[in-house]
């Protein structure tokens, strides 16, 4: 028996990344629209040029460049008011800046479940694991959205947002919160996700027990050719997750 078939045996919760791992934003025109049209709605603007776009977009790029680089998340308050929008009163947009935030995700499209995640989240549930989610978001409204839409809530014993706890992956510390809210210890849990930077460093830093990367069926990810630390295991659909994570042996 190979030491990660012992790891294997030894996990008893297994958590997830959202975007690109258990869900996927798609181009939708309908979505796009409506989110552009809340957004003016919101700011009290009828129409502006494709410039004051870019220049928005300019800005939350700096900040998300800020807050990756001191794994750091603001709250959404925050956010716009000293970021994005700082020639507006902070009252005007301190109050809407959850709804600001969730539409401007909106204006990328639509999320939908991956191929196959509903299943592999009720299988898994049934083979006896603890489930939850652990990710990286701006909106405090969006994953959770996303989880009753999609029926995913009964699924997860617990959810850790960056919004929510204002650390950003690859912290240590939204996994070791989730471990310690699931009262499992961290070498008892595994995490798969889609980036090694954020996901397999973070969880690598908690002292997680597995680490999984869901990579492209199509070719490796062009961004991390050499990676400080490597997953335990790299997968290429959901499904694959069942070959890895037998029935729980509960004693």
């Known amino acids: 028996m190979d030491i990660h078939t012992l790891i294997v045996r030894n996990i008893d919760a297994i958590l997830f990344d959202m975007n690109g ?3 996927m934003r798609e181009p939708h025109e309908p979505t796009q629209y409506k989110a552009t049209q809340r957004i003016l709605e919101l700011l009290g603007k009828n129409d502006v040029p494709d410039s004051y776009w870019e220049e928005l977009t300019r800005r939350r790029k700096k900040y998300n460049q800020w807050a990756q680089e001191n794994l750091i998340q603001l ?8 970021w994005i929008l700082p020639e507006y009163p902070p009252e005007q947009i301190g109050p809407i800046a959850a709804e600001l935030t969730l539409a401007w995700s909106e204006r990328n499209g639509h999320t939908v479940p991956k191929p196959g995640a509903e299943q592999i989240l009720v299988d898994l549930k049934r083979r006896g694991y603890h489930l939850g989610v652990i990710s990286n978001t701006m909106s405090s409204l969006d994953i959770p959205r996303d989880l009753d839409a999609f029926g995913w809530k009964s699924h997860f014993e617990v959810v850790i947002l960056s919004s929510a706890i204002k650390y950003r992956k690859p912290a240590p510390e939204p996994f070791l919160e989730a471990a310690r809210a699931l009262k499992v210890d961290s070498a008892r849990c595994a995490y798969l996700g889609n ?11 908690a002292g997680f027990g597995f680490g999984i990367i869901l990579e ?20 290429h659909s959901l499904n694959e997750l069942l070959e890895i994570f037998p029935m729980r042996e509960v004693t």
């Open 75 to 82: 709250m959404e308050s925050e956010i716009w008011t000293r």
């Open 195 to 205: 980036r090694i930077s954020k996901d397999i460093v973070g969880c690598k830093r």
């Open 216 to 235: 492209p069926a199509d070719g490796p990810r062009v961004d991390e050719q050499d990676p400080v630390v490597s997953p335990d295991a790299i997968i």
């Open 21 to 23: 791992t258990l869900r």
